[in-house]
């Protein structure tokens, strides 16, 4: 019985310890961000887009935590702390000032607001 | 292949080890992109990857969406596979669950950009926030993780949600079924594509400019010398372990002081001498005595020891490998003793937040001149009925 445990055990570290590196994860976060930013330029739903910075926030913090745990200290958790702190304050403001545009032009399309390019 | 400790694998060899060839910083030995990955394959792959999310953004007409999620899919799925099976070849099985999350995430991120309909995108954006928080637990980052799934998932998402569903138009009954023009069409894809795409190939060759090992064991670890950091952690940790019914306590600043940060070592007095040889005799605690690489057998060291213990004696206690600090002890730490200022700044951003949302988000009403007289005269009329009472 213990054997057959241990050999469960012994798979599933198998299966957790694959030779990983760093160039994974940060392909992921690359990847991650350019659809971030992919999306940012394309849809023209105003929401969407900020979902959308936020999206490249994630991808940052992914690197982040890659590097952290590459390096062995902790600084790149906290840093990812303050992303998720600026990122909270800005979706309130961003989100506050998406509501108010709507009420005054009853649309979310960002073209709409194209005269703000002076 | 140099300067890695990949090709043993981390999980047969001494951990120890992994952990000081991971500290090292990449160099030009590490990694290079031809040992991951074809370049060419990923180059390819990129942009086919590309030519799918330029297909599958939402427009009007003919709508080749779900082609185009597939190629896009497909080719990211491709880059993936490959890497999992590099993996694989170099005669390790490759690690499951980073492959299964990455393409979750990437996936839902896909759908996010694509879905034409905001509340799909923003609870698509929910499932790429719970898959790259498996990503950090897989790098044993456990507080960021749980931290990201309350605040994004759960705080920030529901925001979104909420602005969504305030600010769209309530359809008719004749165009109930009609999506606004901004949802259905998108603005110059090919042109977004083509820099994002550009963005990612350019990242993804120099991200393998020699790249290091990240390994569960080592990921797990901290920097070692962080656990002086914690002395009333040791003391708790040596108090379930009984020691002090037989040393003498010290205070936390003495044991951080004289804790050996290499050795994980801290030196106890002794005080009650058959405590102590209880202890010595206990195969659970008698681990504590016991050190590495001094060349004797565990036996001869405890024997040796025992032999030789009298009141006010020091003895070195080794720390098992089991007391370590946590992750969330360590961001603790950074974030207390690393970045007190940074701190107190968030808390400043967040309060102005509120502050600038509640300003953003308050009713203005216009008052004439009239209603600003009559309002006044209310006013006074309290003051007065006030004073009078007083």
Known sequence: ?118 | MTGCCSDTGCVSSDPRECAVSNVAPPTPEGRLLEQIVNPVLLFVCLVVGGLGIALAMPRRGLSPQVLGALVAGLAFGVVFVVLGIRAAGEGQLPNLFFYIFALIALGSALRVITHPKPVYSALYFILTILSSASLFLLLHAEFMAFALIIIYAGAILITYLFVIMLATQAPTESQAEQMSEYDATSREPIVAVATGIGLLIMLSFMLARGVGEISPNAAARTSPDLLAEFPRKILRELDQRRVFDAFERPTPTDLAEAFDVQRRTVPLVVEDVEATQALLEDPISSVLFVGEGSGQTPEETLSQLSQGIEPGFAVTIHLPEEIRVSNAEGVGHALIAGHPMALELAGIILLMAMLGAVVLARKQIELSEEEKRAQAHRLGDTIDAAGGGA
């Open chain 1, 1 to 118: 019985m213990s054997h057959l445990l241990d050999a469960i055990m012994l798979a599933q570290s198998n299966v957790l310890a694959g030779p990983l590196t760093m160039y994974h994860y940060l392909l992921v976060s690359a990847a991650l961000f350019t659809i971030g930013v992919i999306g940012f330029l394309s849809r023209r739903n105003m929401i969407i887009m900020f979902l959308c910075t936020e999206m490249m926030f994630q991808a940052v913090g992914i690197a982040l935590i890659t590097f952290s745990k590459f390096h062995l200290n902790h600084t790149g958790e906290v840093f990812v702390i303050f992303v998720l702190t600026i990122a909270a304050a800005e979706s309130a403001l961003a989100l506050a000032l998406v509501v108010l545009l709507f009420k005054r032009r009853e649309t979310l399309d960002a073209a709409s607001w194209s005269l703000l390019k002076g």
